[in-house]
């Protein structure tokens, strides 16, 4: 980066050609948001709920949320910020609420914990539509979306959450809510997920995972975890032309949307905003400040004819080589 951080903080993300690509972050930690802030973030595209779960010694109660979320919603406000209801099981465990399972990222995990618990899934809904009262910048995104019966419920779950906090004479409007496109199944349902929400964010570390049959996090097929394997590149440009296909924005939250390459692909396929760590916010926006969408769309079509991954990652190499 031969242009300071606090000089990039304010420019816009914007290639030579004018085209703009909101930068969101990820958030959980506390900590977090002052990074984000730093950064010049446009808004929060995941705000991992299940951070302050993970750091308590037992499920923090209805009030003790509203306090966590306000913190977050205050924060950013005016700017969106997109609260994903707890996403625990897999590799996110709670120490009061143990999980014990062979396969635990096949398992129970994500919404399937909360619609089989419906009482937590309600606290914790109550509490985001509480804390955003006033503010209005809440976006609620529901995780490990498989089907539609399962979004179904979700949403009968947040309508009601809804009428409950009303009845308790809190004025909120009912916040945009959106899935998270990161089983192979959701995939292929693009446009009937969509077609019911607001707005889709792909979740790339799971969908890679998923799509590879490679676990994320276990070191010995760590070489075959790669997002940008040819199938998953399909996948993701396969989602954005289906959501637009039915109006919908999508934006995607997974680490590629912080891998400056990767990047400029999923901005070439026409995601309407990348989520990332705030430590990768600025290197993405100075890369993408020095193409235009031209070049990024030449690159993409290219791409998209290699049938090797290797070849893939070669490619870009070469080409960020000649963008210095
Ligand atoms: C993802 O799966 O890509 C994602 C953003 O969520 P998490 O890493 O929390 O599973
Ligand atoms: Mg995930």
Known sequence: ?????DALRSLPCETTDGHRMPLWVNTGLFADIARAQERGAEGVGLYRSEVPFMTNERFPSEKEQVAIY???????HPLPVTMRTL???????????PIKEDNPFLGWRGIRVTLDHPEIFLVQARAMLKA????????????????????????????RAWSEVREEGVD?????????????AAVFQTRELARQVDFLSVG???LTQYLLAVD????????????LHPSILHALKRVVSDAHHVGKPVSICGEMAGDPAAAMLLMAMGFDSLSMNATNLPKVKWLLRQVSLQQASELLDLVMTLDHAPLIHSTLQLHLRNLG
């Open 132 to 159: 955003s009262e006033g503010l209005n910048n809440l976006r609620i995104l529901l995780p490990m979306i498989s089907g539609l019966p399962e979004l179904e419920e979700a949403q009968r779950l947040l309508h």
């Open 216 to 227: 994320r996090n276990n070191p010995r097929v760590a070489n075959l975890y790669d997002y």
């Open 87 to 97: 996403d625990i099981g897999g590799d996110k465990a709670l120490s009061y609420f």
């Open 172 to 184: 909120v409007p009912m916040p945009p809510v959106g899935v998270m496109i990161e089983i192979p």
């Open 1 to 5: 980066l031969n242009l300071g951080l």
């Open 204 to 206: 790339s570390n799971d």
């Open 70 to 76: 306000r913190d977050q919603l205050k924060a950013f």
